[in-house]
């Protein structure tokens, strides 16, 4: 069965570095999203991506956050100096389009910022 | 008033049981329903999905929503300890971008 796969499953990095975190939506997918979840908290919105470009984010996804698709197959998001704050399991989902609504996500990367 | 309201539980039943899980929301343009569920620090896996008000069965699982309202349902039959887990209701608008909105999960224990 297709699966979104997401890398690494873990990553530490130290305050004020950059960050890419890495998906593979399931092939065929057109929508692609990033979610985070901070523990012990819900899962929150970040971003939305189709067509190549952003179609809606969150108040979460300022300047410090990007996301690229940068072959057809892989869908990053990039944290561009990380704070405390951004400590978080960062989860990636794709929908297939049309009138599929539901969304499927992959396993999620830790990310800890120390 | 949030967007979505979910007791967050936790709920215990032992094998065997009848389980329900609840959500209400406050945004009747929400038009897709689903309910995840996700074991400790693992990603949500999709159970179920509806667009519309009613029941949907799949196996021991049955999904009933009520948009007049604003009340979601899950129901788990012939509950298994497999079954433990956080259950997370999910909603989104009928629009392109369709940003799913979480409940806070459920926290469920089925004992042996």
């Known amino acids: 069965e297709p699966e979104v796969t997401q890398t690494p499953s873990h990553q530490v990095t130290q305050m004020g570095q950059e960050v890419i975190l890495r998906c593979v939506p399931i092939?065929?997918?057109?929508?692609f999203y990033w979610y985070r979840q901070i523990l012990g908290q819900k899962v929150e919105f970040l971003v939305s991506?189709?067509?190549?470009?952003?179609?809606?984010k969150s108040e979460i996804f300022d300047d410090q956050f990007s996301v690229e698709r940068p072959d057809g197959s892989n869908f990053t998001l990039k944290i561009r100096s990380t704070k405390l704050e951004d400590s978080a399991m960062y989860f990636c989902?794709?929908?297939?389009?049309?009138?599929?609504?539901?969304?499927?996500f992959g396993p999620g990367t830790r990310l800890t910022v120390t | 008033q949030k967007e979505v309201e979910q007791d967050p539980g936790p709920l215990s039943v032992p094998e065997g049981a009848i389980v329900s899980l609840n959500c209400t929301y406050s945004?009747?343009?929400?038009?897709?329903f689903m309910w995840y569920r996700q074991y400790s620090r693992k990603g949500p896996e999709l159970l179920m999905y509806?667009?519309?008000?009613g029941n949907k069965e799949d196996g021991r699982f049955t999904a009933q929503v009520d948009k007049s309202s604003k009340y979601i349902s899950l129901f788990i039959r012939d509950s298994q300890p497999s079954d433990s887990a956080t259950y997370l209701c999910?909603?989104?608008?009928?629009?392109?971008?369709?940003?799913?909105?979480f409940g806070s999960g459920t926290r469920l224990s089925i004992r042996p």
């Open positions: 989902a794709s929908r297939g389009g049309g009138s599929s609504y539901e969304q499927y």
């Open positions: 092939s065929n997918h057109l929508y």
């Open positions: 999910a909603m989104s608008l009928y629009s392109s971008a369709s940003k799913i909105i």
């Open positions: 945004n009747s343009a929400f038009q897709y």
């Open positions: 991506f189709y067509n190549n470009e952003i179609s809606e």
């Open positions: 509806t667009y519309s008000s």
